[in-house]
């Protein structure tokens, strides 16, 4: 058995869904956040199942993006998350009123 394009993309459509349910529906920002990562990673297969597909390089170079500003988004993530809990000591997201007004 062979592994198709089809293959790829519906283990991404599987794992990005799986993050999008983990955001709507758990309340604690790490699990929130690591569900935002296997969104990302999820995007990550897509880019390099179509980039095989084409033959094309264009899909691994938006790879290099997503994963920087993955990155990115790990640090600056986690800082926040650091900081909201010297705050305030719970990461439930329910309970952060902290950035209201």
Not at 81 to 86: D, E, G, K, P, S
Request: glycine share 8%; net charge positive.
């Amino acid at each position: 058995m062979t592994i198709t394009l089809q293959h790829y993309l519906f283990l991404s459509l599987v794992m990005f869904t799986i993050g999008m349910v983990g955001v709507v529906v758990r309340r604690n920002a790490l699990i929130i956040f690591m569900s935002i990562e296997l969104m990302l990673n999820a995007v990550n297969i897509a880019f390099l199942a179509f980039s095989r597909w084409s033959g094309l390089m264009e899909g691994q170079v938006a790879v290099f993006f997503v994963l920087a500003v993955a990155a990115a988004e790990a640090g600056v993530g986690l800082g926040i998350i650091v900081a909201l809990y010297r705050n305030k000591p719970t990461v439930y997201v329910d309970d952060l009123r902290l950035l209201r007004g």
